[in-house]
């Protein structure tokens, strides 16, 4: 897996999955499950829908 989620991006999904899963915890609701896809798509650097369209915000340059 190329990384294709840069530094900001990366916080940002980090912050929402952090949030979402908070919230479906307070609200005693299973939505809050869908926090999982943001917080994983941030820690892994990887979106695989971001993969799909060709987008990629990781900035780094390949060593």
Known sequence: MKKNVG???RMIRLIAGVILLGAGYYYQNWWGAL???PLLTGLL???PGYNLFGINTN???AS
Do not use: A, V
């Open 7 to 9: 530094s900001t991006d």
């Open 59 to 61: 900035k780094e340059k």
């Open 35 to 37: 926090g999982l896809i």
């Open 45 to 47: 650097n990887w979106c």
